[in-house]
């Protein structure tokens, strides 16, 4: 696999495929997806020379839409660990606070 010197992956296994896939289907999935800690960084010297082509795609359902764990993604050794639903809007919100706490 190339290396990307413009990604910065938290956890790095050379047997896997890494699709960043955001966050938001963590809490659906009962973290069988869990979001990707990662970074962009701004390449230097001949890496900076070279093209890169990020295509972001961002999918937001509506702000009162409530979320559950899909019940495909709980099981006796996999509990939910979100037994109260939460609208997307509060999701976001506690989201936002995890990464930039006050």
Known sequence: MKQVPTLDMRRHDSAAIMVNIGDMPQR?????????????????????????????????????????????????????????PITVHGDRQQRLREIHPV
């Not at 937001?60 to 660990?81: E, K």
Request: net charge positive.
């Open 28 to 84: 659906p999935s009962n973290h069988v997806y869990p979001w990707t800690t990662h970074r962009m960084v701004n390449p230097t010297g001949e890496g900076a020379r070279q093209p890169r082509y990020p295509v972001p795609l961002f999918l937001h359902p509506t702000p009162d839409f409530l979320i559950n764990a899909l019940p495909g993604c709980i099981s006796a050794a996999h509990p939910s660990r979100y037994p109260q």
